[in-house]
Nanobody, 125 residues
Framework: QVQLVESGGGLVQAGGSLRLSCAAS????????MGWFRQAPGKEREFVAR????????YYADSVKGRFTISRDIAKNTVYLQMNSLKPEDTAVYSC??????????????????WGQGTQVTVSS
């Protein structure tokens, strides 16, 4: 069992930066690849980024590539999402999740077994 708690969201102007954190509890945290997703009002949940259990492999949605960086600190049981050059269209609730694996692509939310409650990110123009 893995429990996830996100933090670091807030209100920022366009062009600004935020760093989200996802703190995990549970001794098996290091066994999971981890992902970040976001959901804006009236829209479906959207894949943002994923990092392998070792931290050696990362994937990003095209919309955030070059602006966002996912990382993890296994010793601290924490996954991060550094968000730079933020745009108003990045406004959403951001959630982290633990990837249980499967045959679908890594951006499919159905792969993810455990979810945090989410943290709001609002980017003003």
């Amino acid at each position: 069992q893995v429990q996830l708690v996100e933090s670091g969201g807030g209100l920022v102007q366009a062009g600004g930066s935020l760093r989200l954190s996802c703190a995990a509890s549970g001794r098996t945290f290091s066994n999971y690849a981890m992902g970040w997703f976001r959901q804006a009002p009236g829209k479906e949940r959207e894949f943002v980024a994923r990092i392998s259990w070792s931290g050696g492999t990362t994937y990003y949605a095209d919309s955030v590539k070059g602006r966002f960086t996912i990382s993890r600190d296994i010793a601290k049981n924490t996954v991060y999402l550094q968000m730079n050059s933020l745009k108003p269209e990045d406004t959403a609730v951001y959630s982290c999740a633990a990837d249980k694996g499967g045959s679908t692509w890594y951006g499919d939310p159905r792969r993810y077994a455990y979810w945090g409650q989410g943290t709001q990110v609002t980017v003003s123009s």
